[in-house]
């Protein structure tokens, strides 16, 4: 699996922070939830953290998903 990258993130004035992917806006944390990932973004690979926290990353099994013939028909897999 490729690393993250494109992420980023801004400190707000008023104790949020505001995190980017490729500069689209991918999510906003505030209170507690903000300081939990600034302390684990300083700790640990920023990227990764910033893909984990906005759930914008994937294996490899789901990209290959979609091209599967079970899930080109539009059906939800339930018969």
Do not use: C, I
């Not at 300083?42 to 990353?57: F, H, I, K, N, P």
């Amino acid at each position: 699996m490729p690393r993250p990258h494109g992420f980023a993130y801004e400190r707000r004035r008023d104790g949020s922070v505001a995190l980017t992917h490729r500069g689209r806006a991918a999510g906003v944390l505030r209170g507690g939830r903000a300081e939990k990932f600034l302390a684990e973004v300083e700790t640990g690979d920023a990227q990764l953290v910033m893909a984990r926290w906005t759930g914008s990353y994937r294996f490899g099994n789901e990209r290959q998903a979609g091209n599967h013939p079970r899930n080109r028909s539009g059906r939800t897999g339930r018969r």
